[in-house]
């Protein structure tokens, strides 16, 4: 009798035991669900959140990007229409354009109306805009005209071809001309048309470029001396001060490097000079030319804009174009493809615009895109008017843009 009482005490305590079990897997199963529904709330309602900052996001990067991207229709905005012929020979400057032939230099408006003219009579016309001033010179022949929205300031012959021209944020304008007896000549000119200059190049080289200082302080050239077994570029800094009664212009330095290069176009950023080879950016820090390591495999266009850089290169033939902005740190802010054919580059009171592709892009000195259009005619050139409006000179005539 014991042992059966063992065994019947045995069956219920194991009747006791699973009904426990039971119980006990039947509570983990409800605790895992309700942390499992936890859970899921709490990754739904995450999920919620983010997807509400992300439309606010994108519906004010949509705000922000309105109007970009716009196909214009170049015929239907502000200004004339003409043949290609004569489009070619008009460059966007203060409030309208200036025309350019070999008889002429005249500045219309934007209605195609003249304002006021000058006869000339050069070969080879070549017209240059640097801000609020232009100048207009006969390429290898013997003569150049500077004017502003005013009025022709003067014309003035030259003793030797001119090859090149300059002019400062003050009106001063640099004369690059060659010679039969030395590399070249540089003469200098103040906004009267007074010469106040002129350095002969015997042993630097020929000529290739200058530029001013922001306040027409500094003047600088490069040149290239082929005479030797290689190559060797200089760049010679002279002071331009101001007297009683004229200005002196002076040697302040002279800079070369070891490199095989030829500096092809200079420019001042404030006080500091940047030189640039095909592929290289070289400034003049403590006293010394350096190349900044930048890697630009083949520099297109330079333009200095509210003391950044902005510069045109592509890595190689058949590769995307470019470009890069260097502010006044030498830190890259800006550096992205913008297309396969760069036609012209403008640049205003803080503003860049590039045509390429048939693509206009509008660019603020940090770099942000503030305008993009698509246009439907082969642009010639373009500038930035009175009031950073944008001026094209496209195939069909002059237009406007906004």
């Known amino acids: 009798m014991d042992k059966k009482v063992k065994i019947e005490n045995n069956k219920v305590n194991n009747n006791i035991d699973k009904t426990a079990t039971k119980e006990n897997n039947g ?35 949509i705000e922000s990007m309105s109007g970009a991207d716009a196909q214009i229709k170049l015929s239907a905005q502000g200004g ?19 025309k350019v032939t070999s008889e002429r230099i005249a500045y219309l408006n934007l209605s195609g109306s003249e304002i006021f003219s000058q006869s000339i009579s050069y070969q080879n016309p070549q017209c240059v805009t640097f801000g609020e001033y232009v100048a207009v010179f006969d390429r290898d022949g013997y003569s150049f005209t500077v004017l502003d929205k005013d009025g022709v300031w003067y014309s003035k012959p030259t003793s030797n071809p001119v090859k090149a021209v300059q002019m400062s944020d003050n009106g001063f304008i640099a004369v ?11 003469s200098i000119y103040d906004r009267s048309g007074s010469q106040i200059a002129v350095w002969t190049s015997y042993n630097s080289g020929f000529p290739v470029c200058c530029a001013f200082n922001s306040d027409s302080s500094l003047f600088a050239v490069s040149t290239i001396n082929t005479s030797g077994a290689v190559i060797v570029p200089f760049v010679r800094v002279f002071s331009i001060t101001k007297t009683n009664k004229d200005y002196e212009v002076n040697d302040n330095a002279v800079y ?23 592929n290289a950016l070289y400034e003049v820090k403590d006293n010394n030319l350096s190349r900044m390591n930048f890697d630009f495999s083949a520099i297109g266009y330079v333009k200095e804009v509210g003391n950044n850089l ?24 800006y550096n992205s493809n913008v297309g396969a054919n760069i036609i012209c580059v403008a640049q205003g009171e803080g503003y860049y615009a590039i045509n ?27 500038n930035f008017l009175s009031g ?3 001026c094209i000179v496209s195939t069909g005539g002059v237009h406007t843009i906004n």
């Open 27 to 61: 509570s983990i199963s409800q605790s895992v669900i309700r942390q499992g529904l936890t859970i899921v709330v709490m990754i739904f309602a995450t999920l919620l959140i983010v997807s509400i900052a992300l439309i606010f996001v994108v519906s004010k990067k």
């Open 80 to 98: 004339f229409s003409c043949e290609y012929s004569e489009a070619q020979k008009l460059y966007p400057y203060g409030d309208g354009v200036i």
């Open 176 to 186: 690059i001309s060659g010679s039969d007896e030395s590399y070249g000549e540089v």
């Open 256 to 278: 070369t490097t070891d490199d095989n290069v030829i500096f092809a176009s200079i420019c001042y950023v404030g006080n500091k000079l940047c030189c640039f080879s095909s």
């Open 310 to 333: 902005f510069i045109t290169y592509s890595d190689g033939v058949s590769q995307l174009n470019k470009l890069a902005i260097i502010n006044s740190s030498d830190s890259v802010i």
């Open 356 to 382: 390429v592709d048939r693509r206009v892009f509008v660019y603020n000195t940090s770099g942000v895109i503030t305008n993009d259009y698509s246009v439907d005619e082969d642009i010639i050139r373009m």
């Open 388 to 390: 950073n409006k944008l």
